[in-house]
């Protein structure tokens, strides 16, 4: 199975679970994507490696995604040294990925100063002109204020950006957005979010072909931004991927539909990256608003896998795992005959994961409880009780997997 996908239109989808917030999604990489994209423009850049810049801009803060802390110090525009930290871990995240490592490299050096100043060591012309553009572009969107008038901010910009000239940025790119920032339409742009978020569409970058694994490939690279969010998930998305495709086997689905299904489990939680890691940390008793800013997830995480070509069965079974039998889940309050049984499937992994595991307000769950618990709720049409039979009729099996998972993230 090959997915024809436009890569720009998987990596905007990417791009924009790194702007999930509690409420609402902010526009941090899309619109340092179009600076950076307009700066490549003006100096000429060959369209090959603009894909390149417009692709690492779009996920240049990934390594700081987990980390709420870290995601507020980027918004000041002062960069410390330790704000270096995001740059190296979206570098790790990304260098072994077959599909996506070949931006690793960009997003290593994108705060590395022009005078060598940085932990990297690199000055100057050393350091890839992609990431040039990116430290530049992305310090232009810290500055943006929504609400002050545009056309008032671009002297300060361009004032604060000039003084970084030579020791931060570089002095040509300077220049060029000196140059740019004559039309009106720059700013103007950066402000017009009907404008932006149709922006990287109209690009004609065609289709790539993606194989399953490749698509498995990129998901588990958000599989560990997703389980960095809490050390109480560090495994979370491997173990309801690895269940979830356990069931799909038990149930006679082809290989590449048990793959599909791995992708599914490993995505189910991209939404997440939406809520604050002190709330997912919380060991109290959540408030109602806590606990409705949890339960958006879902929400999120099929609003952004929908958007990728040919992802709609994946991104139902992903993003359902808390609709119930009975029509009183969420986020869709989808019920029985909506629900496939591949989602059905997440769900139930989903729920025995999170049973097993560790949580910062209970101890994990003992087998003989689990089963207790789980049986109850598909007796209450919460959760598809031949599913439930399944995962219980091969406990060695499943608990095997599991401690294979735990001991690989241990390392
Ligand atoms: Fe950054
Ligand atoms: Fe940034
Ligand atoms: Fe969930």
């Given at each position: ?201 109209m690009f004609d970058w065609g289709r790539f072909r993606y194989s399953i694994d490749d698509m498995l490939d990129i998901a588990e690279v ?190």
């Open positions: 199975m090959i997915f024809a996908i436009r890569p720009i239109k998987l990596l905007k989808a990417l791009s924009q679970s790194l702007e999930l917030t509690v409420n609402k999604t902010s526009q941090h990489h899309w619109r340092t994507a179009m600076i950076a994209y307009r700066i490549a423009e003006y100096i000429g850049m060959n369209e090959r490696t603009q894909q390149a810049l417009v692709y690492a801009a779009l996920l240049h803060d990934i390594g700081a995604a987990s980390d709420w802390e870290e995601r507020r110090k980027l918004q000041s525009f002062e960069i410390s040294n330790e704000m270096h930290h995001h740059a190296w871990s979206g570098y790790v995240l990304l260098k072994n990925s077959p599909q996506l490592g070949f931006l690793a490299d960009y997003i290593r050096h994108h705060h590395d100063f022009w005078d060598g100043s940085s932990p990297n060591g690199k000055a100057g012309t050393e350091i890839p002109l992609i990431s040039r553009i990116i430290a530049l572009a992305d310090r232009i969107e810290v500055l943006l204020q929504d609400d002050v008038y545009i056309l008032d901010q671009r002297r300060d910009i361009l004032t604060a950006v000039r003084k970084g000239s030579g020791t931060v940025f570089e002095p040509e790119l300077v220049g060029v957005i000196s140059e740019i920032s004559c039309q009106e339409s720059f700013w103007l742009d950066l402000m017009n979010a009907n404008y932006y978020t149709g922006f990287f569409e958000f599989a560990t931004i997703i389980d960095r969010t809490s050390q109480f998930t560090a495994a979370h998305s491997r173990k309801v991927s690895c269940l979830s495709a356990f069931l799909a086997q038990v149930k006679g689905y082809s290989e590449e539909e048990i793959k599909l299904m791995r992708i599914a489990g490993l995505m189910h939680d991209l939404g997440k990256l939406a809520i604050p890691n002190e709330i997912l940390e919380k060991n109290s008793q959540l408030t109602e608003q806590e606990y409705a800013i949890i339960k958006q997830h879902t929400y999120y995480t099929y609003r952004l896998l929908e958007q990728i070509d040919g992802f709609q069965m994946v991104a139902e079974w992903a993003a359902y795992h808390h609709e119930t039998i009975d029509g009183t889940g969420y986020p869709f309050r989808i019920g029985g005959a909506g629900l496939s049984l591949g989602s059905r499937m997440v769900a139930v992994a989903d729920v025995f994961a999170a049973l097993a595991e560790d949580r910062p307000y209970r101890k994990p769950m003992e087998f003989a409880q689990l089963v207790k618990v789980m049986q109850s709720m598909a007796e209450c049409g919460k959760i598809d009780g031949s599913l439930v039979k399944d995962l219980f009729s091969h406990k060695e099996e499943i608990y095997a997997l599991l401690a294979g998972i735990q001991s690989k993230v241990a390392v």
